[in-house]
């Protein structure tokens, strides 16, 4: 049993399709927003201008652990290539 029940096993991360785990990612992210905020209906922007006004500013709430070391800029998801 893993620690984290939404963690998906290494074995099937590396077999699901790069939009797929996108797509994963995006509703983790805005499914944990929601619960942070007590609002069902929050949302996460994905430009710099719109989170720091969106979530930051509005929600006073940082996304923590960006991978920017390692060359993935903040952007949308499908911005990024795979």
């Known amino acids: 049993m893993h620690a984290n029940p939404q963690a998906a096993p290494a ?12 797509a994963r990612l995006r509703m983790l992210i ?5 619960r942070l905020t ?3 209906k929050a949302r996460m922007w994905w430009t ?3 989170y720091a006004k969106g ?8 996304l ?3 991978p920017t070391a390692f ?8 911005d990024i290539p795979g």
């Not at 060359?71 to 499908?78: D, E, M, T």
């Open 11 to 22: 074995a099937v991360t590396y077999l699901m399709p790069l939009s797929a785990m996108r």
């Open 30 to 34: 805005r499914d944990e927003l929601c």
């Open 38 to 40: 007590n609002n069902p």
């Open 48 to 50: 710099a201008v719109h």
């Open 55 to 62: 979530v930051v500013l509005r929600g006073r709430h940082k």
């Open 64 to 66: 923590i652990g960006w």
């Open 71 to 78: 060359g993935i800029p903040f952007a949308n998801l499908s």
